[in-house]
């Protein structure tokens, strides 16, 4: 009789095991510790000393925009951010929208006021955004004080519209990064 080494058996079975210990859809993801990004040494969108990082979502959605007049031209002119805000499981956990607003689906609110911005890598890419906030409620977004707008795709719209497009209405697709913060203490 013919004997054979027990480790593959061992190493297969391990494998097996292990693919089974995976958390299911239903699982929430264990929580990513969030982290400031690195900007270069002239951002305008660097938060304030004494805030930190809390929370790290990604946003996927369009900018709306309406094509308005402007002197003798038409152009696009943004309106509102309409974007789901998912976690690093990729489960949708909040929304922004109108007046860069975020809720977060525990009822937590924020309202967002532009403060800065920095220039996106490319001419088709929203800018980098930093937002003072206003949070409203308990929960995930309580306390929050900025919120930084990063890793923009797309959402810009063409450079102009029609006079046959007055009032129209553009959704342009987009991806970003939001981090949010908290003060320290």
Known sequence: MRRYPAW????VLAAALAGCATPSADQPAA??????????FFSSIKVPDGNDPVLRLTAKGAQVFRCEREGSAYEWRFRQPDAELLDAAGKAVAKHGASFSFE???GSRLLGTVEAHDKAPT?????????STRSFGKGEFSGVSYVQRLDTRGG??????????????????????????????
Not at 8 to 11: D, G, I, R, S
Not at 123 to 131: G, K, Q, R, S
Not at 157 to 185: D, I
């Open 8 to 11: 593959p058996f061992a190493v």
């Open 31 to 40: 929580p990513v510790a969030a982290q400031a990004p690195v900007l270069g």
């Open 104 to 106: 977060h689906r525990d």
């Open 123 to 131: 001419a088709d890419t929203l800018p980098w955004l930093l937002f």
């Open 156 to 185: 810009m719209p063409p450079p102009a519209c029609s006079a046959q497009e007055a009032n129209r209405l553009l959704r342009v697709e987009f991806s970003a990064t939001f981090v949010f913060y908290r003060p320290r203490g």
